[in-house]
């Protein structure tokens, strides 16, 4: 029995009729059972280095003129599909599916994007988008609520312009498990300001938002990716890129150099408004690697409404922050009059790391930190040989909502001063926050010290008390227009850096409001 979670090498023998009458059977039991017409075959990411050391299946490819193993895949799903059928089913199945040689009443579901799921949709084939829907991964709500569903064209400029000036350059971001993720961008200066887009190697290009230099050498910028929200701070100097991409929350270092002209890129595949129809919508997807029953409810709610109102609803309702307001009443009524226990779970699962019912100090703690977005979390465990079923999924990490709505709501709060000084009820709003989580610091301490599952959580918890002193120390300096020096905004600068790493499979967010109040100081 594997264990172990990916992708693994067992796969069917295509060759074989037995195959074929044990795969009917299993459909025809299915079909009793479920009256849904689809039926999802799964078929994505296949490891067919079985198939490629097997010579009886090579000759089998050689005699039906099977060119390479996706071919044979295909071969095989045009007999499932041809069995479905026999039973009044539809086939579903993921990107690798898609094949010429299958009917179009297949339906192709899309992890790979809009990219796949636009050409397959230009080919006649029904689909639906998955991407950017992953409730597994820990991302923002607005994450979701910002994915588009039907693919999109670029809608930036790309053509740089005579009095224009632009850079282009190459970069390199390892991660923690899988390819490299590598690719370039461009920025370009004009008349209006800057604009400019992306290309990561094997994708369409992507246009860039809230370009900013942070210093002549510092620049960063937004964009939506397959990782999460993205947001490169790269500094760029004397032809060299260092610096890192914060996918959701945690950085991924990042290295590459200056190029010597605009690479060429590849457009979105954006299909007609007639072959646009044969997209159906998209599917919220919570794969189970990092849920146990006790946590279910909290993986889901309340993200899995804000995913439902983007299917659901006109492509131009955008407000975020409005979605942010309905989200906490629907959150809170599906509590009250639904019954679910998303936050009863994660008070549930603080007792337990407790050992008592006075959770309040984990409580605190949790509004200033969050889970390691995009796949960190499951990349760490890899690496550390705990990614199997035998994970107990008992840290702090596990009770935790995929983001904190305590630092999203203190990022609007600095932005509000940042506009004017003088808002007193944003500033007194910061104040009580950090005061709250700079008083708990001895509590949470006490807390974590009593239970093993939490002693590599005791640096985290250090750092949140260290750094709501800090910020208020900000507070007042920004309040009292009393900038810092060059030194001193440095010493700072490493001290959120060092705060803002990966620890316990958690982030402190709070490091990212609180840059946004150190930067304001800085340029007094």
Sequence with gaps: MEREWGVHKPTLDPTRDEVYRFVDAIIGE??????????????????????????????????????????????????????????????????????????????????????????SAQDGYQGILSTGFYLDQPQSAAYHYRNEILP????????????????????????????????????IEGKQGWRGFIDFNGKSRRALHDIVWRSPQQVTFRLDSWMG????????????????????????????????????????????????????????????????????????????????????????????????????????????????????????????????????????????????QYYTRQHLKFKAGNYHQFEPLNRFADALPPESNAVREMGRQVEALLKDKNDRAAAQAIRERLQRWQLNTAAVKTTVAGNRVLQDLAPVAQDVGALSTLGLMLLERYQQSEPLSKTEAGQIQQQLDAAAQVRDEVVIAAVYPLEALLRACAIE
């Excluded at 690798?96 to 809009?114: A, D, F, K, M, N």
């Excluded at 400029?157 to 590598?182: C, H, I, Y």
């Design 152 to 187: 999109q064209p670029l809608g930036v400029d790309t053509e740089v312009q005579p009095a224009e000036q632009a850079q282009s350059w190459q970069f390199s971001m390892p991660r923690l498990k899988g390819s490299v993720v590598e690719g370039s961008f461009t920025l």
């Design 30 to 119: 299915l079909a009793a059972i479920f009256p849904d017409p689809y039926l999802h075959i799964g078929g994505d990411e296949v490891d067919a280095s079985q198939w490629k050391a097997s010579a009886s299946i090579q000759a089998f490819m050689q005699k039906n003129q099977l060119a390479d193993t996706h071919a044979l895949q295909a071969y095989f799903n045009q007999k499932l599909e041809k069995i479905l059928e026999r039973h009044q089913r539809r086939m579903v199945g993921w990107d690798e599916i898609y094949h010429p040689s299958l009917p179009r009443t297949i339906v192709i579901q899309s992890w790979q994007g809009p990219d796949s799921l636009g050409a």
């Design 229 to 372: 929200e993205t947001r490169p701070v790269f500094r760029l100097q004397q032809d060299q890129l260092s610096g890192y991409m914060l996918l959701g929350n945690v950085r991924y270092p990042t290295s590459g150099s200056r190029l010597a002209a605009i690479p060429a890129g590849k457009m979105p595949v954006v299909p007609e408004a007639k072959q646009q129809a044969n997209i159906l919508g998209g599917e919220a997807a919570l794969w189970a690697e990092n849920v146990r029953a006790p946590i279910l409810d909290l993986k889901l709610w309340p993200r899995a409404f804000a995913v439902a109102e983007r299917l659901w609803s006109a492509q131009d309702v955008t407000d975020e922050n409005n979605m942010y307001q309905r989200l906490a009443a629907v959150d809170a009524w599906s509590v009250v009059s639904v019954g679910l226990q998303q936050h009863a779970e994660t008070a549930r699962e603080f007792t337990r790391l407790a050992n008592s019912v006075e959770i309040l100090p984990l409580q605190i703690l949790a509004e200033a930190v969050e889970p390691g």
